[in-house]
């Protein structure tokens, strides 16, 4: 069973540059550049690549946290990117947020109690006083905190335990949607193994679907089912797990994925290393975006942008490369790392 | 008589809710041309002890005790002024975040020449043509012009780059590298990663990296040491501490990384958790410092600390039941 949760269509986000309010300036940041992909209930997606991608941008743009310039935004069949903020409302239960820094994201001047009551009240979702706290009490369990966690605040908790108040937090509106954005990154590698698990449990139990926005493909390919790998504000390649994992068809996934470092000595592994650093998304490249970077850069690539497009059963990239007879494709077959 | 020997290292911190024995009691030596790695989690004492090595801990609020031996000569007996002219000539230091340590008002030639100027007594023209050189080394593109422009200007990575081009200028004998590439996203730094392999074959400096990233240890470092709560509690070739390691806090900390490619070999599998949280170093640990959260702890563990013994040839941990935790894994 696989029921589409949330749907986005040639989501395009340009921030304007300089200027001011009433003259803002000519020039545009391309954060987002035509975006499009789903995620079904239950499901995980991963939005991977390297900083200034624009994965977080993307993430906030379903969240609505500033309106897009481009493109659709639909949930559960309701498009939400032209809605007036008011009619919006009732709807922003139904997708929620975990940030990375809980320490900034939770406020330190309300107790735990405080914080997860809020938005239960905000959505009417509690009958009566005591099913309010009945229901601050269910969370805590959930997120693995005690229960005298409630009369504390943000600042007596450890890293890893906030961000469990900032998920029972998400939780507490009973959303269908939960983006994650960066949520494990800053913690510690004992910890985010727990927070990970919490949250596979929590997608279980509840069938929640997560948006989970990361820069650490280890724990990507731990806890995601599909991928959308961006470049300088597009998806270069989408597909199952195993088939980013497995067989990439793009070479900046392959590069990033060799890029990581694999905690076994003497590991025997391909290794590309790129050349110089992401271009601006002020002023991207021309034809295909990573064609400065890319290792199998041909003429094509320097003028024509390649589109999204299937490449196997699930499979999508955005490369010429899979225009070329068979033999001269690098991109073929390119096995597991 | 190895390069650099740090003895019963401990410093402490007082607080107004007590000491706080941030580093307690480490001892570990590197050799000329070798990588060693430290890693643990945030507080485990890795920073602090990179930190004491230079002296750059404030004193007070902290303290520094034990032997650090430079070359046979105690770093922790000379004057602030003979301290001065070890740092950044024969021991320098890379640190994590180069937004932060790199004097935004300054050029980057004029931060690369500095330490040449302070330690190297060379003239304006060989600084100039040492400030050029060492750029294009730690491959900057147009080292000329960029030696004018100022950190602004540049990438993270490109940040990072001239960091090592500082911390090298005067081809220090030890480089401590504390975190150097946590900040940077993964395709920069595979390329500073394989710069410092690059510059490590070139200078035959000792490296001591620190690092939370098991991938970044494996893929660089010779031999590992791993501390907990201001303690080390193993130590060992890097080989031999991934295969087999003898601790339960090392086995804990590698089987909690996910692996890249795990999803190709076997049905889907929790990751395993190291339960609770890092103890408070604040109040005095009678036993194991990692008691609290080992499966394996017993009333002996609470009761003595566990002192660190060679289990195998080479391979150091603290453990009561390290031999057991072989068998166990």
Request: aromatic share 4%; charged share 25%.
């Given at each position: ?43 995980t997606?991963a939005l991977v ?51 990375q ?79 994650c954005?960066e949520a494990v990154s800053a913690l510690d590698v004992?910890v985010k193994a727990q927070i990970v698990n919490?949250l596979q ?9 997560l948006?989970f926005i990361s820069h650490d493909l280890a724990i990507v390919e731990h806890m995601t089912?599909?991928v ?13 797990k195993?088939?980013?994992f ?14 990581v470092?694999?905690p ?74 | ?185 993964v ?26 990233d098991?991938g ?40 909690a990384v996910p692996k890249l490619?795990s999803s ?7 990751l ?58």
């Amino acid at each position: 069973m696989s029921e589409v949760i949330l749907q986005v269509n040639d989501l395009k986000k340009h921030f304007p540059l300089g200027g001011g309010v009433l003259r803002p300036g000519r020039r545009r940041v391309y954060a987002v550049d035509g975006v499009s992909f789903q995620i079904d209930r239950a499901e995980t997606l991963a939005l991977v690549g390297e900083s200034g991608c624009g994965k977080s941008t993307v993430g906030r743009a379903i969240l609505r946290l500033f309106e897009i310039t481009a493109g659709q935004v639909v949930l559960d069949g309701t498009r939400i990117d032209d809605m007036p903020a008011g009619a919006l409302r009732p709807l922003r239960q139904r997708m929620q947020v975990v940030f990375q820094d809980p320490m900034s994201s939770l406020n330190p001047r309300m107790r735990v109690r405080d914080l997860l009551a809020e938005p239960i009240r905000n959505f009417a979702l509690a009958k009566s006083a005591a099913d309010l706290d009945a229901r601050i009490d269910l969370l805590l369990e959930k997120v693995r905190l005690p229960r005298e966690a409630k009369t504390r605040w943000p600042h007596e908790f450890s890293g890893g335990q906030r961000q469990r108040i900032a998920i029972a937090r998400a939780l507490a509106a009973e959303p269908d949607l939960v983006v994650c954005d960066e949520a494990v990154s800053a913690l510690d590698v004992s910890v985010k193994a727990q927070i990970v698990n919490l949250l596979q449990d929590l997608q279980r139990e509840f069938g929640l679907a997560l948006l989970f926005i990361s820069h650490d493909l280890a724990i990507v390919e731990h806890m995601t089912h599909r991928v959308a790998v961006m470049y300088l504000g597009k998806i270069v390649e989408l597909g199952r797990k195993r088939q980013i994992f497995g067989a990439c068809k793009h070479p900046y996934t392959e590069a990033l994925l060799s890029a990581v470092p694999v905690p076994e000595p003497g590991a025997a592994r391909k290794r590309i290393i790129l050349k110089g650093d992401v271009p601006s998304p002020i002023n991207p490249p021309k034809g295909c975006r990573f064609h400065t970077r890319c290792p199998y850069a041909f003429d094509r690539c320097r003028v024509e942008e390649p589109e999204l497009r299937p490449i196997q059963d699930g499979q999508f990239a955005a490369c010429h490369l899979h225009d070329l007879p068979a033999a001269q494709n690098p991109m073929r077959a390119a096995g597991p790392h | 008589m190895a390069l650099l020997e740090v003895e019963n290292l401990q410093t402490h911190f007082r607080t107004p809710e007590g000491v706080n024995r941030a580093v307690d009691g480490v001892s570990f030596s590197v050799e000329a041309g070798e990588t060693m790695a430290i890693v643990g989690e945030s507080g485990c004492g890795k920073s602090v002890t990179a930190n004491s090595i230079l002296r750059l801990v404030p004193q007070p609020p902290g303290s520094i005790a034990g032997a650090i031996r430079f070359e046979g000569r105690d770093l922790l007996k000379l004057s602030e002024a003979a301290m001065r002219k070890v740092r950044g000539d024969d021991i320098s230091m890379i640190f994590q975040e180069p937004m932060t340590s790199l004097n935004p008002v300054l050029t980057i030639g004029r931060q690369i020449a500095e330490p040449l100027r302070l330690h190297q007594g060379l003239n304006r023209k060989q600084v100039e043509q040492r400030v050029v050189e060492m750029l294009g080394l730690v491959g900057i593109a147009e080292p000329r012009r960029r030696a004018r422009e100022y950190p602004h200007q540049l990438s993270g990575g490109m940040r990072q780059r001239v960091m090592i081009a500082i911390a090298l200028a005067c081809r220090p004998k030890v480089l401590i590298a504390d975190e150097p590439t946590t900040a940077l996203d993964v395709t920069i730094q595979a390329q500073i990663l394989s710069l410092m392999a690059d510059l490590k074959q070139r200078f035959r400096a000792a490296i001591i990296l620190i690092t939370h990233d098991l991938g970044v240890v494996a893929e660089i470092a010779e031999r590992v040491m791993v501390m907990y709560a201001g303690r080390k509690v193993e130590e060992a070739p890097v080989t031999k501490l991934f295969r087999s390691p003898r601790h339960p806090y090392t086995r804990g900390l590698i089987s909690a990384v996910p692996k890249l490619g795990s999803s190709l070999a076997t049905a889907q599998t929790k990751l395993a958790e190291i339960p609770g949280v890092v103890p408070s170093l604040k109040a005095r640990i009678a036993g194991c410092v990692f008691a609290s959260r080992c499966a394996l702890a017993t009333d002996v563990c609470r009761r003595v600390a566990p002192a660190l013994e060679e289990k195998a040839p080479d391979h150091f941990a603290a453990c009561h039941f390290a031999a057991k935790a072989t068998v166990a894994a």
